[in-house]
C-alpha cells in the first residue's frame, strides 16, 4: 500500500495487522503460562512437602487463591487475561518458594534445637551414670524421696454427690424462733 491508499484501506490494514500481533503475543504467552503453570505447581509441591499450608495458612491460602484465578484467566483468549494468568502462575510460585524456603528454616533450626537437647540430655545422663559409680548414694539424703514415695494422695475420683455436705436445717429454724421469743 502506498500514500495513494484510501483511510479505509490503511485501517482494516493496520487491523490485520494489530489483530496478528495480539495472537503472537497470546501464543507467546501460552508457552509462558504453561512453564510458568508447571513451576508454581513444583513449588506448591515444595512447600506442601514442609507442611507450609499449617505453618503459614494465610500465605498458602494467598498464593493458592492466586494460582486457582490464574488457572481460570488462561482459558480466556483475550491478550489481558493471558497477561493475568502469567502474572498469577508467576507471584504463586513465588509466594509458593518463600514460604517454603521460611518454613524449610525454621523447621531446620527447630531440628537443630532438637538435636542439641538430645545431646545435653544424653550428656548429663552419662554424668549422673559417671558420678554414681564413682559415689554412689547409699544412705538417706535430705530433700531426694525415697524411689517409691508417694508424693500426692491418690485421687479415688469418687462421686461428687457423695461429697456434698447435708445441713440439718430443722434446728437452725428451731433456734431462730427461739431467739425470736428470746427477743420479745
Excluded at 484501506?9 to 490485520?16: D, M, S
Excluded at 508424693?151 to 431467739?179: G, H, M, Y
Aim: proline residues 1%.
Amino acid at each position: 500500500m502506498g500514500a495513494d491508499a484510501s483511510s479505509a484501506e490503511l485501517k482494516n490494514q493496520a487491523e490485520l495487522a494489530y489483530n496478528s500481533y495480539e495472537k503472537l503475543l497470546q501464543k507467546g504467552y501460552a508457552g509462558l503460562i504453561k512453564t510458568e503453570k508447571e513451576a508454581a505447581l513444583a513449588a506448591k509441591k515444595n512447600a506442601e512437602s514442609v507442611k507450609a499450608q499449617l505453618a503459614k495458612k494465610d500465605e498458602y491460602k494467598n498464593a493458592t487463591d492466586l494460582f486457582q484465578k490464574a488457572d481460570t484467566s488462561k482459558n480466556f483468549n483475550n491478550l489481558k487475561d493471558k497477561k493475568s494468568a502469567y502474572e498469577g502462575f508467576k507471584t504463586s510460585k513465588e509466594i509458593y518458594t518463600e514460604i517454603y524456603e521460611i518454613v524449610k528454616k525454621n523447621r531446620e533450626e527447630a531440628q537443630a534445637a532438637i538435636d542439641r537437647a538430645k545431646k545435653r540430655v544424653s550428656e548429663a545422663e552419662s554424668y549422673s551414670v559417671e558420678a554414681d559409680s564413682i559415689a554412689p548414694l547409699n544412705e538417706k539424703v535430705d530433700g531426694i524421696e525415697d524411689e517409691n514415695a508417694v508424693l500426692l494422695e491418690k485421687d479415688q475420683f469418687a462421686n461428687p454427690d457423695d461429697s456434698i455436705i447435708q445441713v440439718d436445717t430443722s434446728t437452725a429454724e428451731q433456734t431462730s424462733a427461739n431467739s425470736q421469743e428470746d427477743a420479745k
